[in-house]
C-alpha cells in the first residue's frame, strides 16, 4: 500500500504501514478480493485524497465516514463522485448551503478542484464492500485516518476543519484548537441537513479564516 502514497504524507505514515492493524487490513481486503467481493474505491484510488492533496499543501479537510458503495460512485476522495455520475443527496445538500452561503452554483459532482487547491476530502474508513454500507469499519481504517488528522494537527498551521455530524466531530477531537478553525455542523445527508447544516455558512467562514491566515481562499466554483 505504501508505494501509492504522495511523499509528503509517506514521510509521517511510514510506521502506520508497519503496525500490525494495517497488516491485518491488508491481509482482509487481499481475502475479500480472493473470495470475490467488488470493493470500492478502484485500488489505485483507495489513497485519492492524500495523493491529489500532499501534506504540505492542505487549508481545509473535509471529513467523511465512508466510500459511496453503488458503482462508479467512489474514487477517493469524501462526498465527491466521478464527472457524469449523478451528486448522491449529501452532496446535493452541500451544494445547496454553498448556494445559499456563496451564490455559487454546481453541477459537477466532481470535487477533484477541491482537492487540488487543498481541501483534503478524507474518508474515515478508506474501501467499502459493493452494497454494504459501513462493512470495512473497525477492519484498521480509522486508526490509520487518525493519524492522518494527527499529523495535520501537528505539522501545519492555520487548518480549516469542517466536522459534519457527530461521528465526524468524535472523529476531530484530537484536532489542536489552538492552531487550527474547527467548524462543527449537522451531516449533510438528507436526514440531518435541516438541524443546522443548512445556514452554518461553512464556506465562507473557510475562505474568511484562510485570508486572515495569509493563504489564498478556496474558489469553490467547479469548472
Sequence with gaps: MTVQLDPSWLAHLQSAFEQPHMQDLKAFLASEKAAGKVIYPKGKQIFNALNTTPLDQVKVVILGQDPYHGPGQAHGLSFSVPDAVKPPPSLKNMFKELEQDLGVVNHSGNLTPWAQQGVLLLNSVLTVEHAQAASHQNRGWELF??????????????????L?????????????????????APHPSPLSAHRGFFGSRHFSQANHYLLQQQKTPVEWQLP
Excluded at 153 to 161: I, K, L, R, T, Y
Excluded at 164 to 184: E, F, T, V
Design 164 to 184: 459534519w455530524g457527530a461521528y465526524a466531530q468524535r472523529k476531530g477531537a484530537q484536532i489542536d484548537q489552538n492552531k487550527h478553525l474547527i467548524l462543527k
Design 145 to 162: 485516518t487518525d493519524q492522518v488528522i494527527h499529523t495535520i494537527s501537528s505539522e501545519c498551521e492555520g487548518v480549516v476543519f469542517m
